[in-house]
C-alpha cells in the first residue's frame, strides 16, 4: 500500500480539468498499489480552498491548500519548492503533475530539486513494484515509446486529456499549510495574465477541432471554421502552421509538431492538405473528417471521412447539417 | 546556448532489431527546430547589444559536430561537444551534464529550444535552472531585454503572462519568437575555422530508460465518402451511428 500525490492546477481561481486528470491518476496508482491515499496539492490566492472538496470527488483522500496573495498566479518558484517539500516529506510511490503549460514548467522543476528523474508528457502509466512503465508519443508523434522509470518517488506528467477525471466520491480532508519560501521573494514573476476571449474551448479541451488551412485562401474565410465549430457546440478552432505564419489567425492557434498536439474525439480537417508538420498535432484524434479540393491530398490518407470538393460550398451545407443532428436530440 | 541534434521528422521511421530504438539506416539529422528560435535569439541579442558572444553547445556523438558547425555559421562564436555515445532519454542526467559545464561559464542567459523534437520532453531546461540556482521562464514566444531585467511573454491553454525576471536566466524558447537565419557562404566558411571543444559529458546512470519503441498503429483512414456538398448528408449519418461523435 502506497500513498501518491497530485498537483492540482488552478487558474483565476478554478480548478482546471488536468487537476481532476492529475488526481484521477493519482488514485488509479494509489488502487494500483494496494488503495493507499491520495494526497493532492491546490495553490492560489486567499478562497483557493472552496475548490478542494471537489478534489475529493475525484478520488483525493488529503487536500494541503497553501493560499497567498502571491500565489494568485503561477509562481514558478514557490511553487516548485512547496511541491518538492511536500514529495519530499510524504514519501510517495508516485507524484502526478499535468503536461500542461503549466506543468511542462513545474514538474522539471520538482525532479531537479528531488534529485529524481521525470516521464514527461505521458499518455498513459502502470505501476509494478518498483517499477512504473509509461508511455509517450515522441518523434512528432510518429513513434510511441515505452518508458521505464525505476525508484520512488516516481514522478509523472500526464499529456492534457490523456486521462479522463472519474468521479470516486469521497470526503477530503482539507489541512491548510504555508508555502515552502515566501512567494514574494520570487525572482520571476508573473505581472499580467490575460485570459484571451472566452468564447470557445481550449484546443486541449474542447472535444472536438474544426481546423483550417490554405485551402480557406484567406482570413476572411475562416468564418465558416467558426461556424461549424459553433453548430458543434463544444468546438475549438485550430489552425495550420502555414495560416498562422500568414497571420491569418494566432499563432497559439497553430496545430503540429511546432504547435499544439491535439487528441479530440473529432477533429475536422478544412482545406488543410496534410503536411507531416500538422499531422503530428492531430493524428491522434479519434476521428478524423477532411475536406479539400485534391482528392489526392495526403490528409485523406489518415482521415477517417473525406470528402472531395469545394469547402465554400461543402462547409456551409455540414454546418447546417450538424446544427440539424444536434437540435435533433 | 544548448542544442540538440534530432532526427529529420520528415523521413519514415522504423524501429531497430532491439526494438527499443530507431532504425539508423537512412535517418538524416539536423538541428532541433525550437532549438534553431533559440540560436537565432541569441544571435539577435548578442548583436544588438554590440558586445558578447555566443557560445554554442550540445551533448551526442560526434555527429552532433555537424549542428554545432551551423550554429557557428549561422554566426556563434564558438562550440562545445559533450562527448557521449548515446544521448540517453532521461533529462534528469543530461541536465546534470549540461549544468556542469554552464556551471562557471558566466553566462547572462542560457538558452533551450522549449523541447527536442524527437524525445518531446521538455525537461532540461527547467532543471538545468534549478541546479544552477538560476530564475527560469520557460517556453517564451516575446522577450525584451533592458539591462539586466528581461520581461517575456508565454503562451498557456487559452490565455498569455507576461513574466519578468533578472539576469543571469535560463529561457526556454518556443516557436513564433524568431525564423532562424539561413547561414551565408562566408559564415560556412568562417564557421570552419571557429574553435569547437570536444569535452567528456559527466553522464550518471538513467532511471528513466526506454523499455520499447514502436510505431503506432497505422490509421485506417482513406474512404472517401463522396464528391461535394451532397456527401454531406452521408457524412452526418456516419458521423452519428457509426463514429457516434454527434
Redesign the interface.
Given at each position: 500500500m502506497a500513498n501518491t500525490f497530485a498537483y492540482a492546477e488552478a487558474?483565476g481561481g478554478q480548478l482546471r480539468k488536468v487537476a481532476l486528470e492529475a488526481v484521477t491518476a493519482a488514485r488509479q496508482a494509489a488502487d494500483a498499489s494496494g488503495g493507499g491515499e491520495v494526497h493532492a496539492l491546490l495553490t492560489g490566492a486567499p478562497g483557493i480552498a472552496a475548490r478542494a472538496a471537489e478534489l475529493g470527488r475525484y478520488g483525493a483522500d488529503l487536500v494541503t491548500v497553501i493560499e497567498h496573495a502571491g500565489l494568485e498566479?503561477?509562481n514558478?518558484?514557490a511553487a516548485?519548492a512547496t511541491a518538492a517539500e511536500r514529495i519530499r516529506s510524504g514519501g510517495y510511490r508516485a507524484a502526478f503533475f499535468s503536461a500542461?503549460?503549466?506543468g511542462?514548467?513545474l514538474?522539471?522543476?520538482v525532479?531537479?530539486?528531488l534529485?529524481?528523474?521525470?516521464?514527461?508528457?505521458v499518455t498513459g502509466f502502470e505501476l509494478h513494484g518498483d517499477t512504473l512503465?509509461a508511455t509517450?508519443?515522441?518523434?512528432?508523434?510518429?513513434?510511441?515509446?515505452?518508458?521505464?522509470?525505476?525508484?520512488s518517488p516516481a514522478l509523472v506528467s500526464l499529456r492534457?486529456g490523456a486521462v479522463s477525471p472519474v468521479e470516486q466520491p469521497r470526503t477530503a480532508r482539507v489541512e491548510s499549510a504555508p508555502p515552502a519560501v515566501d512567494p514574494g521573494s520570487a525572482?520571476?514573476?508573473?505581472?499580467?495574465?490575460?485570459?484571451?476571449a472566452?468564447a470557445r474551448m481550449?484546443?486541449?479541451?474542447a472535444?472536438?477541432i474544426v481546423s483550417g488551412g490554405r485551402g480557406l485562401r484567406g482570413a476572411e474565410n475562416f468564418r465558416l471554421v467558426e461556424d461549424l465549430a459553433d453548430a458543434f457546440g463544444n468546438a475549438a478552432v485550430g489552425a495550420t502552421r502555414a495560416v498562422?505564419d500568414d497571420g491569418w489567425r494566432p499563432?497559439?492557434d497553430?496545430i503540429g509538431?511546432?504547435?499544439r498536439v491535439v487528441s479530440p474525439?473529432?477533429y475536422v480537417a478544412v482545406g488543410i492538405s496534410g503536411a507531416?508538420?500538422h499531422l503530428?498535432g492531430m493524428?491522434?484524434a479519434?476521428?478524423?473528417?477532411a475536406i479539400n479540393k485534391d482528392?489526392d491530398a495526403p490528409i485523406?490518407?489518415?482521415?477517417?471521412?473525406?470528402?472531395?470538393?469545394?469547402l465554400f460550398?461543402?462547409v456551409p451545407?455540414?454546418t447546417d447539417?450538424?446544427r440539424k443532428?444536434?437540435s435533433a436530440h | 546556448m544548448c542544442v540538440k541534434r534530432v532526427p529529420d521528422m520528415e523521413m519514415r521511421f522504423a524501429i531497430a532489431a532491439d526494438r527499443r530504438s530507431l532504425d539508423p539506416a537512412g535517418l538524416k539529422y539536423e538541428m532541433g527546430d525550437f532549438d534553431g528560435y533559440a540560436v537565432e535569439i541569441a544571435l539577435q541579442l548578442v548583436e544588438k547589444a554590440g558586445s558578447g558572444e555566443v557560445v554554442v553547445l550540445s551533448l551526442g556523438p560526434d555527429g552532433v559536430q555537424e549542428i554545432l558547425r551551423k550554429a557557428l555559421a549561422m554566426g556563434a562564436s564558438r562550440a562545445v561537444q559533450l562527448k557521449a555515445d548515446e544521448v540517453p532519454f532521461d533529462g534528469l542526467i543530461i541536465a546534470r551534464a549540461l549544468a556542469a559545464e554552464l556551471k562557471d561559464g558566466g553566462y547572462d542567459l542560457i538558452l533551450f529550444g522549449r523541447m527536442a523534437t524527437d524525445t518531446a520532453s521538455g525537461t532540461v531546461g527547467p532543471m538545468v535552472a534549478e541546479l544552477l540556482d538560476l530564475p527560469c521562464v520557460s517556453s517564451i514566444s516575446r522577450l525584451q531585454l533592458d539591462g539586466g531585467r528581461g520581461t517575456a511573454g508565454r503562451d498557456l491553454e487559452g490565455a498569455s503572462e507576461t513574466v519578468t525576471f533578472p539576469l543571469p536566466a535560463v529561457l526556454t524558447i518556443d516557436e513564433g519568437i524568431a525564423r532562424p537565419r539561413l547561414a551565408s557562404l562566408k559564415g560556412i566558411m568562417a564557421a570552419k575555422k571557429k574553435p569547437l571543444e570536444v569535452k567528456p559529458a559527466a553522464l550518471g546512470t538513467p532511471a528513466l530508460v526506454v523499455e520499447s519503441m514502436a510505431l503506432p498503429p497505422e490509421r485506417t483512414g482513406g474512404r472517401i465518402v463522396g464528391e461535394g456538398a451532397d456527401a454531406v448528408a452521408e457524412l452526418v449519418r456516419l458521423l452519428r451511428t457509426e463514429a457516434k461523435v454527434l
Open positions: 487558474r498566479r503561477y514558478a518558484e516548485a500542461s503549460a503549466e511542462r514548467d514538474a522539471p522543476r525532479a531537479a530539486r534529485g529524481v528523474s521525470l516521464a514527461s508528457d512503465t509517450h508519443p515522441a518523434y512528432t508523434g510518429k513513434v510511441v515509446v515505452t518508458l521505464r522509470l525505476t525508484g492534457p525572482k520571476v514573476v508573473v505581472t499580467e495574465l490575460a485570459q484571451r472566452a481550449d484546443l486541449g479541451e472535444p472536438v498562422t499563432a497559439t497553430q509538431q511546432t504547435g474525439d473529432l507531416i508538420q503530428a493524428r491522434t479519434r476521428t478524423i473528417v482528392k485523406f490518407k489518415i482521415a477517417d471521412y473525406g470528402i472531395v470538393g469545394d460550398e461543402i451545407r455540414l447539417e450538424v443532428a444536434r | -
